[in-house]
């Protein structure tokens, strides 16, 4: 059936944001489409995901080369969905694709050489079916590679029309402020720096957000619901639907211990106190960091979308609130 989007998706003008010191205005929530949407998942629900997404304002959409599985298969069937049901609305979304991780054989299938990096982008934009991708990510550091040839790559992509802007994934903050430096010196400041920022991991919070706040680097938090164990997914188990029972590489079932499940009972009731899920809860207190400009949220399932993008009908946390959470999480 063709698709039609709803004409009430841009009514929350509140949900926007622009991206550290750019133009560019990203959703307060953003949908990556690294679990849900390879060969291995039915293509109807990953479809649906994306549609209702974009009828909510959810007009960002993260990619890799490698997501699927297999990979490929994620930048494939969202190119499906481009084709048949978004071809008129590619100037509303924002694309972003990475290049970084294995993605074919022999020496030059991974990490951060001009030769890797330009043609995974190639084959990216095949898979997709587009001329260009919004942002194009280096979706991990080389340390065996010129950061000057890693980002004269990006660079040049942006050069080529084949990316608009360019980004960073995985760099710690001493990388990130070389790398800023000369991705200005070429004319394509980074616009955005994805790190994994979560309850659990507070990485970014020791130099990190600094560096994007001084730079005017927006921060695209992934990982914000910790795959699910920040909700109230695994509160009394381990559901055969959920991430930890399908696809166990990731989130490892003996990492959800009794006392992490402690924890997450006593945030499950402060967000209820305040009127919220827990998954609401976590979203707020990562979009609490003045750095970050949108969460980068997973999904199985639409009704997850809906409950995620209603932690906006709450107040913000406030200080003493975030105090209280640290108290839950041992930080004090
Ligand atoms: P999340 O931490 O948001 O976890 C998503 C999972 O949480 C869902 O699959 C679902 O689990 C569960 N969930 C989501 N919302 C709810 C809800 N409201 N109630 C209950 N459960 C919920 O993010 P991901 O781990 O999926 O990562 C998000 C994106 O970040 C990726 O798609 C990718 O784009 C990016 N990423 C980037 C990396 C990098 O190196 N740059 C690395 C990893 C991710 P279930 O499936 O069990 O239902």
Redo the contacts with the bound molecule.
Sequence with gaps: MTYQPAPTRYDHTALYRRTGRSGLKLPRL????????GDTDLYDNSRALVLRAFDLGITHF???NN?GPPPGAAERNFGRMLREDLAAYRDELIIST?AG?LMWDGPNGEWGSRKHILASLDQSLKRLGLEYVDIF?H??PDPDTPLEESMGALAHAVRSGKALYVAL??YNPEQTAKAAAILRDLGTPCLLH???Y?MYERTPERGLFDVLLKEGIGAIP????????????YLNGI?E??????DPR??KPEHITEEKLVQLRQLNAFAQARGQ????L?LAWVLRQPAVTT???????V??????LATFNAPDLTPSESAQIDKILGNT
């Design positions: 953003s949908l990556g489409l690294w679990h849900n949407f993260d990619l890799a997501y990475k991780y990510y979706h991990r994934s995985n994805q790190p994994k979560h992934f990982c914000p619901l910790a795959q699910g164990l920040l909700t109230n997914r559901p639907d959920s991430r930890a029972h399908r990731f989130l899920s827990l998954a609401q976590a969460a980068l949220i997973g999904a199985s399932k009704a997850q979308i809906e409950d995620n």
